[in-house]
């Protein structure tokens, strides 16, 4: 069975450009997560969806990070402007929503010049 | 709020020798503990996890046991291989979030 799966897994950009990172989930899974990681902040989860709804965004740094679901297997995460502080490797996760094991995809490494 | 604690690395073994990785939470309610890891350029991937206070979770000669006395959740080994090298993360899970510790280095030489 297909894992989780993320593009691209390599994204160079400069300041300000747009940055779209992708996730299709497990099939059948109905929950949703996008998180950051960092040296400096470790893992951070930014946002989830359960059935394509988002949840809980508190976690979203700012205005510029944007996320959507528009069906239950793709999700994006948009950074408009992008900024050299957004650098880190973007992971997705997907569950059911009734389990408690999240399922990690290779995740996407951003870096902004 | 909820966080997890876990032992800065990295962790330096020669092959066979006995592993452990403190990991301490704080948490309100009754969350599930979990243990992932992350081998170079890939994502995480769970190794075990516990539910409920005393259960033992195993897996790949891995063992974690949830106390609930004590708020820890200490991932062991009895042999470590050259394999195990990777990095590895305490987590805590309540309400479908997870909170992750800031990860542990094993490096294991043989």
């Known amino acids: 069975d297909a894992g989780v799966i993320q593009s691209p897994r390599h994204e160079v950009t400069e300041m300000g450009q747009e940055v779209t990172l992708r996730c299709k989930p497990i099939?059948?899974?109905?929950?949703l997560f996008w998180y950051r990681q960092t040296m400096m902040r470790g893992l951070e989860l930014l946002i989830y969806f359960n059935n394509n709804v988002p949840i809980d965004d508190s976690g979203m740094p700012e205005d510029r990070f944007s996320a959507k679901m528009p069906n239950a297997s793709f999700s994006t995460l948009k950074i408009q402007p992008s900024e050299p502080r957004d650098s880190a490797v973007y992971f997705c996760?997907?569950?059911?929503?009734?389990?408690?094991?999240?399922?990690f995809g290779p995740g996407t490494r951003l870096t902004v010049l | 709020g909820d966080s997890v604690t876990q032992m800065e690395g990295p962790v330096t073994l020669s092959e066979e020798a006995f592993l452990t990785i403190n990991c301490t939470y704080t948490a309100t309610g009754y969350p599930s503990l979990f243990w992932y890891v992350q081998y170079p350029g890939e994502g995480l991937q769970l190794l075990l996890k516990a539910t409920k206070a005393d259960d033992k979770g195993s897996n790949k000669g891995f063992e974690a046991t949830y106390r609930k006395e004590t708020t820890s959740f200490h991932l062991e080994k009895g042999s470590v291989q050259v394999s195990d090298s990777a990095v590895y993360f305490c987590a805590l899970g309540s309400f479908q979030k997870l909170v992750f510790g800031t990860g542990t280095r094993l490096l294991v030489s043989p």
């Open positions: 099939s059948g899974h109905n929950s």
């Open positions: 996760a997907s569950t059911r929503i009734e389990a408690d094991t999240q399922y």
